[in-house]
């Protein structure tokens, strides 16, 4: 959780093409994590998961991950706009 | 789709207590839908089934809904803010 809230974080403060990051845990099953993540275009995705802040994340949750599912998805309405901001 | 769109819009543009309504649909299984839904407060979700505007969407997708899952989930970090806007 720790590794996650911090990664979230840092990714949405200092990249500017990380649009949303916002992770959410199921009540039922709280080790069952959802996160809906959004970039402005793909290679900000990719300079997402090469930075150094991601790299800490995952390397030190790596042993703690049963099972990761990674869907691709489509907004139903482009009209439909998030803005994700870390509140101070 | 239409429905979905549509109720997701007139929920946002007219019910204070729907923070975010946000829809995707899987790349590879357009049909498996996910809907992130936040509401202020408890009420606010109860009101917002009993509106005109969901029971609309609701009866008028009935017949096309083969499985339906309602996860209630918790933010990891409550200073991760959404916003959700229809953009006009």
Known sequence: MKYAVEVGTVSLETEPGVLTMNAV????NPCDITILETYAIR??????????????????TLHMV?????????????????????RK
């Open 25 to 28: 845990a199921d009540k039922e």
């Open 43 to 60: 290679e900000a995705y990719e300079s997402h998961i090469a930075s150094e802040h991601f790299q800490k994340y995952k390397q030190g």
């Open 66 to 86: 049963d099972s990761l599912r990674l869907d691709d998805v489509t907004p139903l309405n482009p009209n439909n706009i998030l803005t994700n901001i870390i």
